[in-house]
């Protein structure tokens, strides 16, 4: 007679204690490309949301909205490969924004380049100006280097208040030459297509972060943002991977200076100021910095409010209220400052950092099963 062994079948875990997946997480990882679907189609909307809009969403002047806010959408989440994802505070990251800008507007206005030639030879000098500047201010570090940046980013508005060479147009700024254009980016009936011009740039730097977050080098550059000194132990150079991460973001942000100059038809000597990198990164704050999309959803909502108040500040809405009211809800700068506070107070992780409090808050108020006696 043979003994036979039988193996005893697993313990069952009961049902509430197994983490079920939920309908959200199942579809977590397609709401990306339902929202890509989302705005490429938005433009054959007609919809048309008072207090949001001033008129229809396929409107011009609500599609230009529309497009710079996804201009620095894409602005933020390339700063926050510097900021959020190497730990480099850079306060001269608007330097190669300008560069885009100036240096597209220039070469077709001034030397009357076709677009696709001034666009390549601008991204192509803004990456090489990245490249550059970052060798040398990249051998400092701390307060050091966001001073060095900064003081790079000074020499740059200094040069193109002064117009440098006749070229910039000083505090004028330079209107650009849209006779040299492709006629589907000129008028204001082709304003979908600078939109979609827009959305396409948004994609691409999104693209290029991910890619690089998730690759080995992206891996390096989160270990140099917690400690440094870990990666030199390891025998890893961190100044070539720092010069790497922003010469990439300059290169991005050159990028979109080209589809900018596009979009409001010319150049102006604000873009140069170190104000506009002071808000990219308080846009990288307010979304949650290192994130995949709080950077984005940050650019989009700060430059969104940024236009919105302006129009509220001198609605009748307003200058309606008492003086001691009316007068500070005028400011833009004022709003922008009080919901910037009351978001880092309420959510110092950022927006992104709102739906994880709110998937514990439902979890928490969500009445327990008591399970069977």
Not at 91 to 111: I, K, N, P, Q, S
Request: charged residues 10%.
């Amino acid at each position: 007679m043979t003994n036979s062994t039988l193996d005893a079948p697993p313990a069952r875990v009961p049902a509430e204690l197994t983490p079920q997946r939920g309908r959200w997480q199942r579809l977590r990882p397609f709401l990306p490309l339902v929202a890509l679907v989302v705005l490429v189609i938005l433009p054959y909307s007609t919809i048309s949301l008072p207090g949001i809009f001033e008129g229809p969403v396929n409107s011009p002047g609500t599609l230009q909205l529309l497009a710079i806010c996804l201009i620095f959408g894409g602005l933020a989440a390339g700063y926050d490969l510097l900021f959020g994802r190497t730990g480099m505070l850079s306060f001269g990251h608007a330097l190669y924004f300008a560069a885009g800008v100036y240096g597209t507007d220039v070469l077709v206005t001034r030397a009357g380049l076709p677009l696709w030639q001034a666009a390549l030879l601008t991204i192509t000098g803004g990456t090489i100006l990245a490249a550059l500047l970052g060798a040398v201010a990249l051998r400092t570090v701390g307060i050091a280097f966001a001073m060095v940046t900064l003081a790079f980013a000074q020499v740059g508005a200094i040069l193109v208040a002064r117009d440098f060479g006749g070229l910039t147009g000083g505090e004028e700024g330079l209107p650009l030459d849209v006779s040299g254009l492709p006629a589907g980016l000129v008028g204001v009936t082709n304003t979908v297509n600078l939109y979609w011009l827009a959305l396409a740039y948004l994609t691409l730097v999104v693209f290029v972060v991910h890619r690089v977050s998730g690759s080995p080098t992206g891996r390096v550059l989160a270990g140099l943002r917690d400690d440094e000194r870990r990666i030199g132990v390891l025998g890893l150079d961190p100044y070539r991977y720092k010069l790497v991460a922003f010469t990439l973001a300059g290169g991005l942000a050159s990028t979109g200076g080209v589809v900018y100059v596009l979009i409001v038809g010319g150049a102006s000597p604000h873009i140069t100021s170190s104000e506009l990198t002071l808000s990219l990164l308080v846009m990288v704050v307010l979304g949650g910095p290192g994130t995949r999309w709080g950077p984005v959803l940050g650019g989009v909502l700060y430059m969104y409010l940024d236009h919105r108040l302006t129009a509220f500040g001198t609605s009748d809405a307003v200058d309606n209220l008492p003086a001691v009211l009316s007068r500070p809800l005028s400011q833009p700068l004022f709003v922008l400052g009080t919901v910037f506070i009351l978001a880092v107070y309420f959510f110092p992780g950022g927006l992104t950092s709102l739906a994880p409090r709110l998937s514990h808050l439902t979890r928490a108020l969500r009445p327990q099963r008591t399970p069977p006696g």
